[in-house]
């Protein structure tokens, strides 16, 4: 084996390593004006509550995808805007989740 083999392998390594650890930290917030999507304690991705039509477990084929490690607990987010109105994450706890957010977009569009 030559150097430059083993310098391969070890990048390729620590770029499976930091995504596992990229997508086993995956968190989801709901505040009172978005759905905010975290990852490694940052905010990555932001979607307003008011950019929200639907929210529901039955998955979409064209989707951007949010979600972590336990991809059976999908909860697809379809939105009013976007070109991938199809917004897919997986929370610890998805029938709780879809409630808490279904209803903070009712709040929110009820305000807006």
Not at 12 to 17: F, I, N, Q, T
Not at 20 to 46: D, N
Request: charged residues 25%; hydrophobic residues 50%.
């Amino acid at each position: 084996m030559n150097l430059t083999f083993i310098i391969q392998a070890m990048l390729v390594a620590a770029v499976v390593l930091l995504f596992v650890t990229a997508t086993a930290t995956i968190r989801y917030r709901i505040t009172s004006a978005a759905l905010e999507v975290l990852i490694l304690g940052h905010v990555a991705r932001r979607v307003r509550l008011s950019d929200i039509e639907e929210v529901h477990r039955r998955g979409a084929l064209v989707h951007e995808s949010w979600s972590g490690p336990k991809f059976w607990n999908a909860v697809t987010i379809r939105r009013r805007s976007g070109l991938f109105r199809n917004f897919v994450i997986s929370p610890d706890d998805p029938d709780r989740f879809l409630e808490r957010l279904a209803e903070a977009a009712r709040d929110a569009d009820g305000a807006g």
